[in-house]
């Protein structure tokens, strides 16, 4: 079929007074197309008229493919079997379907977004997976950027809760020395209470943290990407671009790092703005809300009791108490980088705070007992003392006994020391020595060694009874 151009040329040389040979020729097409054109008088191209094979199953192609759960391969079988039957190529049954908007989405132009000095910032986090102490490890990487400057700030977390993205936000808006009138996000439950898009309610202790810094937290709707691809972009940069070819201690020595790496992206020049977001930062600052004039600590409150060892856990992680304080409820205040701990509103300990489920233990020089730090260890019990000052002989014993059970040891000296009070000195220190020699820890069999070594020294052994005349 012949296009618009081309009519028009064939129109134009036949009213100049050219024949249709001539036309031909000079156009490369055939005569009978140039006849065509000219008998119509019309350049526009005509419509294709075509009636399709499926035009009269286009209801029944759209209640099957429902049923199908939009599945055309089991569309297409279920014409061929169906009744009445039609038998259609697979490529024809997408492309009709295509043409008549069948399991298509109507395609919306993308628009743009135009963000004034101090308009917008967006927030969001993402999963990544990191190389962190020479394991593998599953993190949460959150960002804040200002829409206007595209200034981003971001830090590695090792979960993600309204704590956690209270202190990150804390420490971004802090790095920024204000914030913007509004907080893009997404529809997590994190910050938001309930609803979804514009209906969202964020949670009651978000929105009063919202409140503190001046600005309103907004959720975009259900799948509209777009509305915060200025913070969804820079998730793909910083694992690409992050990550690779660096070595990471600890997670506090990946945001370190995190940090000039921000700074070092916030001074590159971007082809999109011509400017690096450092520079136009300058003139969106002024257009930021100031910070409060107190910021307090963002912390999450715990109420532990302190256990036997003068230990409060938290999260797996456990931390040291004044030993005055063993069995008190105690209030445990969680923050970033610190364990504070009080006791009637008196700050009692101050640690620096581990990875939650890290397992570790932090114990202060001065939570420990006087008695522990003077000697260096507890003094041995006073049964064990006695025992060992007796004689030689006995000491060895204990010792092997110590090194034998270990940290039962202790229960079985003050047994030992009950039968050396229970019976006489030499036949005791004969069943030790013997107990000794053989490798007898069992103080059953020592305490029946000792009787062997007694009989008849303590109480009156009756000898063997003759038998009667009448028993005989």
Known sequence: MLDLETRTAILTLHRKGHGVRSIARTLRVSRSSVKSVIESGAAEVPALDRVEKASSHLARIRTLYQECSGNLLRVQERLIEGSPKLEIAYSTLTAFCRRHGIGKKTKVAAGRYH????EEMQHDTSPHTVMIGGQKRKIQCASLVLCYSRMIFAQVLPTWNRFYAKVFLTDALRYFGGASGRCMIDNLSVIIAH?????????????????????????????????????ERPFAYIERNFYAGRTFADLADLNRQLVIWCETVNRRVKRDLHAAPIDLFASEKSALRPLPLHIPDVYQ?????????????????????????????????????????FHRHQLVAIHGAHEPRAGRR??????????????????????????????EDLALYVAALKARRGGRAARLIRCL???????????????????????VFDLRRIERMILRETAGHLFRIPPPMEPDAHDR
């Open 301 to 341: 409150l715990h109420h532990r009791t302190v256990d036997l060892e003068g230990l409060v856990h938290v999260h797996s992680n456990r931390y040291s108490v004044p030993e005055e304080l063993i069995g008190r409820s105690l209030e445990v205040r969680e923050l970033k980088d610190e364990i504070r701990v």
């Open 115 to 118: 963000f004034d000095p101090g």
């Open 417 to 439: 020391h009950g039968l050396y009070l229970e019976h006489p000195d030499e036949p005791f220190r004969r069943a030790l020595q013997t107990a000794l020699e053989y490798g």
């Open 195 to 231: 609803g979804r898009g514009e209906s969202a309610v964020p949670a009651p202790e978000m929105k009063a943290f919202a409140d503190r810094f001046d600005f309103v937290f907004r959720a975009h709707e259900p799948g509209d990407a777009n509305r915060s691809a200025r913070v």
């Open 362 to 391: 932090s114990v202060l020089p001065e939570h420990r007992s006087r008695r522990k730090r003077a000697g260096g260890s507890s003094p041995a019990p006073r049964e064990e003392r006695e025992l060992i000052a007796i004689g």
